[in-house]
């Protein structure tokens, strides 16, 4: 997807750089960037509070993390029992993916100005367990 994704920003004017490294230890400078985008990535990696701290470390301030994510359902809903009936194949089928992590609150304890946090559910019988957040946080 860089290929395109490059090709879309240079049409547009926009000045992008995508460097292949792992996310708990980006090779940036302390408050270097303006934004950082992920979608759908805390689910999969490792520690998910490591990455939203190198995240927020790179961030200048006033600079904006942007972020759509797969989360835990309620406690005691039916979408959570789900969840967590289907963890297992769901990490094989989507690359690693836990759907039973507490994103929200990893966002929330990384020490971000201002956090908005939208939670929300795409219904389809193909992905049931499929509870998530989308919003930006300020550093």
Same mark, same amino acid.
């Given at each position: ?41 805390? +689910? ?9 701290? =190198? ?13 759509? =994510? ?26 690693? +993916?836990? +759907? ?15 956090? =908005? ?23």
């Amino acid at each position: 997807m860089h290929g395109g994704l490059l090709n879309r920003a240079a049409r547009r004017g926009i000045d992008v750089e995508i460097r292949s490294v792992a996310g708990d230890a980006i090779d940036l400078d302390d408050q270097s960037v303006d934004a950082v985008i992920s979608s759908l990535l805390l +689910c999969t990696v490792a520690d998910p509070g490591r990455v939203v701290a =190198e995240i927020r470390r790179m961030l200048r301030p006033g600079g904006k993390y942007a972020f759509l =994510e797969h989360v835990v359902a309620p406690e005691g809903s039916l979408l959570r029992r789900i969840q967590h009936g289907v963890r297992r194949p769901w990490t094989w089928v989507f690359e690693g +993916c836990s +759907c039973e992590r507490d994103l929200a609150a990893v966002i929330h304890a990384a020490g971000f100005a201002s956090v =908005e946090i939208d939670q929300y559910r795409i219904r389809s019988p193909f992905l049931p367990a499929n509870a998530q957040i989308a919003g930006t946080a300020i550093a």
